[in-house]
């Protein structure tokens, strides 16, 4: 199993700058280059997605640096390498036509990469609790994009992610950013039978782990992939609470 070596998204606020990951690139198309001769993504789906969507789009700062940052409301976007490695984890599943969703949208960057690997036929729903968020992130998308909001192959709800969106499940991937406790059973109830859902899980002793979760004859098989550490899931209230 290629190990990414992850580092923590919290260490990198104070450190983005001289931690800058090697595969750090001075445009969109560089940085997406340099993440496929690196290693972190061999799939050709998911780089031509990757490098048809500009992250300076939906990153203020420094967003060709291979590097977590800061996009308000105490939210952050993680780093370009892991959102390559969640499109290559799910590019079997991210096909035409495909279902998606997306929890903890953010600024709305991964939810148009997964929109450009289902197609025009597919949808991708992007939720996320933060309300000035999913605003955010319809304005991003617009930059570039708007066609996907117009033709409903993005969808962008305010709301609970840990509770899915049950109006358009079942889904045939998942996406969750940001470490839950454990594995909401609303988002394996939603996954389509067939799908696969990559999240970031807290174990007890505190460690996460990125896990694959597949529904293969209507059972859940879980496998951790990577040992990665994420900002956790948490209420709108909490979050809200430590921005301001």
Known sequence: MRRLQL???????STSRNMAWRSSGSSNAELVENLRKNGV????????????????????????????????????????HMHAAALEYLQNHLVAGANALDVGSGSGYLTVCMAMMVGPTGTVVGIEHMSELVELSKKN????????IENGNVVMIDGDGRQGYAEKAPYNAIHVGAAAAGVPKA??????????????????DGNQVFMQIDKINGKIH??????????????RDKQWSHHH
């Not at 580092?7 to 606020?13: E, G, H, P, Q, Y």
């Not at 998308?141 to 066609?147: A, C, Q, V, Y």
């Not at 879980?222 to 209420?235: G, R």
């Open 7 to 13: 580092i923590s998204t919290l260490l990198l606020f």
């Open 41 to 80: 993504f061999s799939n050709q789906r998911a780089y031509d997605a990757m490098k048809a969507v500009d992250r300076g789009d939906f990153a203020s700062r420094d967003p060709y640096e291979d590097a977590p940052q800061r996009i308000g409301y105490n939210a952050t976007i993680s780093a370009p």
């Open 141 to 148: 998308i617009k930059k570039h994009h708007s066609e996907m």
């Open 187 to 204: 988002l394996t109830d939603q996954l389509a039978d067939g799908g696969r859902m990559m999240i970031p899980v807290e174990q007890k």
């Open 222 to 235: 879980e496998k951790i992939v990577e040992h990665v550490i994420y900002v956790p899931l948490t209420s």
